[in-house]
């Protein structure tokens, strides 16, 4: 513990925590008092641990708003039951999918993982057979490549949860979605910029720059 604490991004991290924290609590004390007692998020999210993808990129509000499941690649099958108790207990309209570029999950599940420990070969299993499903062009650049395998497995997230909420999805009660994060700006569109590669199931990016509610929110 004494060798931790010299690490002065330790030290900085801790005492950011304790002073944020103030903050926090000085800003919104009578917001938290409102929902205290229960939570009524509007959103089911799952996204990727990496440290660099955050609520902050898309809402300055996450408390009591969304319901976030995070694990690595922003995986279906890995916390089904999150994500199940988020739509289906919690009665979330929305559920959301949030990749983002430069996924080292997503890259790692493109070669050759055996060297990592067994339990992060075991998660990262699943995202392998979500981009080996997928339709990845060898011949483009590699930064190509694993920015098309980001989308291909929001996409495959997509389709997972399409499946098990059609129930949902046939009563026009949820609406699942697929996001990017472009943390690299491999999209082009802008480091840190937002984008949706997924509606319902529709991947079309015509169709989806076309479609109402993306262009109402997202255009
Ligand atoms: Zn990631």
């Given amino acids: 513990m004494e060798l931790i604490l010299k690490n002065d991004d330790v030290i900085h991290l801790l005492q950011s925590i304790k002073e944020t924290n103030s903050s926090y609590t000085e800003a919104k004390?009578?917001?938290?008092?409102?929902?205290?007692?229960?939570?009524?998020?509007?959103?089911?999210?799952v996204m990727c641990c990496d440290s660099r993808a955050h609520s902050t990129s898309f809402t300055f509000n996450p408390e009591n708003n969304?319901?976030?499941?995070?694990?690595?690649?922003?995986?279906?099958?890995l916390n089904q039951g999150c994500i199940e108790y988020g739509v289906r207990v919690l009665n979330t309209p929305l559920l959301i999918f949030l990749g983002h570029t430069g996924c080292g999950a997503v890259k790692a599940s493109m070669g050759d993982y055996s060297n990592l420990h067994s339990s992060i070969i075991r998660e990262i299993d699943h995202l392998a057979l979500s981009i080996k499903k997928?339709?990845?062009?060898?011949?483009?650049?590699?930064?190509?490549?694993?920015?098309?395998?980001?989308?291909?497995?929001?996409?495959?997230?997509?389709?997972?949860?399409?499946?098990?909420?059609?129930?949902?999805?046939?009563?026009?009660?949820?609406?699942?979605?697929?996001?990017?994060?472009?943390i690299d700006n491999s999209r082009g569109e802008g480091y840190g910029k937002i984008s949706v590669v997924?509606?319902?199931?529709?991947t079309d990016p015509v169709k989806l720059a076309n479609h109402d509610f993306v262009k109402s929110f997202f255009a």
Wanted: overall charge negative; some cysteine.
């Fill in 29 to 45: 004390e009578s917001e938290i008092k409102t929902f205290a007692s229960s939570q009524t998020p509007a959103c089911t999210l």
């Fill in 66 to 77: 969304f319901f976030i499941v995070r694990n690595i690649g922003n995986q279906y099958i």
């Fill in 134 to 182: 997928s339709d990845i062009n060898s011949t483009c650049s590699d930064v190509v490549q694993w920015r098309d395998a980001v989308i291909n497995n929001v996409n495959q997230q997509v389709e997972l949860a399409i499946k098990d909420f059609h129930d949902l999805r046939n009563d026009k009660s949820l609406a699942i979605i697929g996001m990017v994060l472009d």
């Fill in 198 to 202: 997924n509606l319902n199931g529709e």
